[in-house]
């Protein structure tokens, strides 16, 4: 399901109604739970939940350890374009940016990576800007194949996917 359709399924929710009908055993009950489902999530970002906000660091300390470990992971960022549809104020890529715009060719990606990975590092986050027709999922596809001989761990960061396609890229050796 795309964010989409999740969004559109709120589009008409009372949310300040939601809020007001809460109690602390709401947020406690959200807490204790160890799946939460979207009403819970909704709960912890209510207003009611904000004294609990230590016992939620806490729990999310707890599952990041549990699910992650205790683990430092040192990666280097590597654009692969920056195109973008956007107009983000904060975003150099901000479409409304005068900028020179391009996108890295494949070889220019096996130079990046032989050069990063000499340094030592062995995890790379591969971004672009938010523009689907710039940067296809068929090119960070390419380019991950092209990663893969370098990198053990590939992560990213662009614009959102459909679920298939996060699919295509994990099978791709997308971490």
Not at 44 to 57: G, I
Not at 78 to 105: E, P
Request: with cysteine; net charge negative; charged share 30%.
């Amino acid at each position: 399901m795309s964010f989409y359709i999740k969004y559109m399924k709120y589009g008409n929710f009372d949310f300040e109604k939601f809020f007001y009908k809460l109690r602390d055993r709401d947020i406690e009950k959200a807490l204790n739970k160890e799946c939460i489902d979207e009403m819970d999530y909704l709960a912890l970002l209510s207003p009611v939940a904000e004294k609990y906000l230590e016992q939620m660091a806490v729990k999310a300390q707890q599952l990041t350890i549990r699910n992650f470990g205790k683990v430092i992971f040192l990666f280097t960022p590597l654009y692969l374009s920056n195109y973008c549809t956007n107009k983000c104020v904060y975003c150099g890529f901000n479409i409304t940016n005068n900028i020179k715009r391009s996108k890295l060719t494949l070889d220019e990606v096996e130079q990046e990576a032989e050069a990063i990975s000499r340094t030592g590092i062995r995890h790379i986050l591969i971004l672009t800007g938010e523009s689907r027709k710039e940067s296809p999922v068929s090119y960070i596809k390419e380019c991950v194949h092209v990663l893969k001989k370098y990198f053990s761990s590939i992560s990213i960061e662009v614009y959102p996917l459909e679920e298939e396609e996060y699919v295509e890229l994990v099978g791709a050796g997308v971490d």
